[in-house]
């Protein structure tokens, strides 16, 4: 089968791929998830073909999982690296404690990695509701694609195989 037989197909799922990235990376704007951007910025897709199978590929960074599931209370100690991170990229400006003393970035990055482990953390599922909106919206536009582009292979070889006779 050659690459080019289903170009509305193609076309349709370029689109696709394009308004998911598009809207993902709205909902983490509006929803304030892009301290450090590179989450916001990780975001891509690639349309494949390989025979009669199309898949369109979603890459982004890794901690994805953690913004869309959360994580429950009393699981592991996130790494405070991490942490130490988004600290200095939101920023977040430690305050006194009751003694007045300031931790540091390295200290307050451990004390945010400990509350995290022992409350947990809020699911955003901001991918499921993107998946949610853009296949309800792509659904009938792919199946057209596919459907015109079928029409065009079948006009096609009914033709060359009138032509044959």
């Known amino acids: 089968?050659?690459?080019?037989?289903?170009?509305?197909?193609?076309?349709?799922?370029?689109?696709?791929?394009?308004?998911?990235?598009?809207?993902?990376?709205?909902?983490?704007i509006l929803d304030d998830k892009i301290a450090t951007g590179e989450l916001l910025n990780s975001v891509s897709y690639r349309v494949t073909q390989n025979g009669t199978v199309f898949q369109v590929t979603l890459s982004l960074a890794d901690y994805w999982k953690y913004i869309e599931e959360g994580r429950r209370p009393g699981g592991k100690l996130p790494p405070p690296s991490a942490i130490l991170s988004w600290i200095i990229a939101k920023p977040v400006l430690p305050r006194p404690n009751d003694k007045g003393k300031v931790p540091t970035p390295q200290q307050l990055s451990w004390a945010i990695a400990k509350s995290i482990q022992v409350k947990g953390i809020p699911a955003k599922p901001l991918m499921f509701e993107t998946s949610q909106e853009i296949n309800a919206h792509y659904r009938p536009i792919i199946a057209a694609a596919f459907a015109a582009d079928t029409m065009q292979l079948l006009n096609l070889r009914a033709i060359d195989g009138g032509l044959k006779r």
């Open 1 to 28: 089968m050659a690459d080019n037989e289903f170009p509305n197909l193609t076309a349709a799922l370029e689109e696709y791929g394009a308004a998911f990235r598009n809207l993902y990376q709205d909902k983490l």
